[in-house]
């Protein structure tokens, strides 16, 4: 009887294994996925506004015969206008493109007198509500968001630099900024640029020949901050 009974607890106890081993084994659960967060890079396409102020860095003068020169003075004004260009980063080195239109105001009326005629004027120059645009190549060094960036290239407008109806004119412009990506697609700056146009030479007559003297080129700095959108490159 004895013999019956171990004999029978060894046989349920070698099915009971059977039946653990038939049965399916649970699979691990899978580990959650975590999407890498994206690098920020300032490669892409760029719109944006801008706005500051200009002044001329030099003195405009006309030649009155028996006279000699006389200043008509320097001025300044606010500028703005919108630009768009492109960036390319390679490691933490970025070049690109940017053309940009602006509305300057750096001046107002400009007279001149004749001696002898106390009070009565040569001409009259109105030099507000004129314009500039350049198209220009940038590059600078990335620190994260941060950019520190030349930038030099092509100038054209007329900014008040002729006397009598003024022209546009082409010329070359030079310097730098630091703009700051604050999110991923929006990045603000604050620039400064030196513009040199060259000046016609104009020559009017009243009663006696007056010349225009432009002997400098018409020079005037800006500076400005503005505002970007970044379309995403990734």
Do not use: C
Request: charged share 10%; hydrophobic share 40%; glycine share 18%.
């Amino acid at each position: 009887m004895k013999k019956i009974l171990l004999a029978s607890v060894a046989l349920f106890g070698f099915a009971g294994t059977a039946f653990a081993a038939d049965l399916p084994v649970r699979a691990a659960p899978p580990a959650p996925v975590i999407a890498a967060v994206p690098v920020f890079t300032w490669t892409g396409f760029y719109v944006g506004v801008n706005a500051g102020y200009g002044w001329h860095t030099n003195n405009e003068s006309v030649f009155v015969p028996g006279v000699g020169l006389v200043d008509t003075g320097s001025d300044g004004g606010f500028v703005g206008g919108g630009q768009i260009g492109y960036n390319y980063q390679i490691g933490s080195f970025v070049i690109g493109v940017e053309t940009d239109l602006q509305y300057a105001d750096l001046g107002g009326n400009r007279n001149a007198f004749l001696v002898g005629t106390p009070g009565s004027v040569a001409f009259n120059n109105n030099s507000s509500d004129n314009y500039f645009g350049t198209v220009r190549a940038r590059a600078g060094v990335a620190f994260d968001r941060a950019l520190v960036y030349a930038t030099g290239g092509f100038a054209y407008g007329d900014v008040g630099g002729s006397f009598g109806g003024g022209g546009s004119n082409g010329g070359w412009t030079l310097g730098g900024g630091v703009e700051y990506a604050f999110t991923n697609n929006l990045t603000a700056k604050v620039e400064g640029l030196y513009v040199n146009l060259e000046r016609n030479n104009d020559r009017f007559v009243v009663g006696t020949p007056v010349d225009f003297v432009s002997n400098k080129n018409n020079e005037f700095a800006v500076v400005r901050a503005g505002l970007n959108y970044k379309f995403s490159s990734y």
